[in-house]
């Protein structure tokens, strides 16, 4: 029921220790959407046979589709890569239902992550929801958000394409928040050891990481209010 969505990018080994991490501690099949940004990648990450097949079975209940897009902004890789998974480019089992937007640094440390969001999405009645697990960043830093497939098909989005990658965390749960449709499963960790030295090196990066997570919320409150009101509206008529 679950995929994972990942961009990467010149870090090989961190996207096979994510998807190992996975593996370990996922009770039952999960999909790892993963897109190669640039052409030199291609053989740093030649594990993934990219010319040779359309997916690839990493262990029992992991199965990566590996995609080469050109060099583009994170966040479109997000929402490509989300076509991709809903059936429109790749048919897979339409029970899949949450979709995790993922990063190559991550870790997942808790067993059984995945049975426990296939259990809140069964319990939900509106399943138009949003989840993230606790992050090893910031006790109450906002962490990567996991969608379901009713909340994207609601919105017409993964993830909201007006920002950049940073960004996106604090907008996506703070439409879910205003419309009760969000929870923060605190019980299961993710582990992020290294951010993107590419990201490291922008200068918005480092003045918002300089502000620290709390604050960044608040960036993104204060400068985008009109756009993140108007959307919180969009969401709420789903639960009229």
């Not at 749960?173 to 499963?185: P, S, V």
Request: a negative charge; aromatic letters at 12%; glycine letters at 4%.
């Amino acid at each position: 029921m679950i995929s994972l969505l990942c961009p990467t990018r010149g870090r090989p080994e961190q996207f096979q220790r994510m998807v190992e991490s996975a593996a370990k501690t996922a009770l039952g099949k999960i999909n790892v959407f993963v897109c190669i940004q640039t052409d030199e990648d291609v053989k740093r990450y030649s594990f993934l046979e990219m010319n040779k097949s359309n997916n690839i079975y990493w262990s029992e209940n992991i199965i990566v589709y590996p995609f080469l897009m050109l060099d583009c902004p994170t966040v479109a890789l997000w929402n490509e890569l989300a076509e991709c998974t809903c059936n429109r480019r790749i048919m897979l089992d339409k029970d899949v239902r949450l979709f995790m937007l993922a990063a190559d640094d991550m870790i997942f440390a808790t067993p059984g992550w995945d049975k426990a969001l296939i259990d809140h999405y069964n319990a939900l009645g509106n399943k138009i929801h949003v989840y993230a697990f606790q992050d090893s960043r910031d006790h109450e830093g906002t962490p990567h958000p996991i969608v379901t497939r009713e909340y994207m098909d609601a919105m017409g989005y993964f993830v909201p394409p007006i920002f950049l990658h940073w960004f996106i965390d604090s907008w996506t749960i703070a439409i879910a928040r205003a419309n009760n449709c969000f929870t923060h499963l605190k019980d299961h960790l993710l582990i992020h050891d290294k951010p993107s030295d590419r990201g490291e090196a922008d200068e918005t990066h480092k003045r918002i990481r300089r502000m620290g997570w709390h604050e960044r919320d608040k960036y993104v409150n204060d400068t985008c209010q009109h756009f993140l009101e108007f959307e919180k509206q969009r969401l709420a008529k789903f639960f009229k």
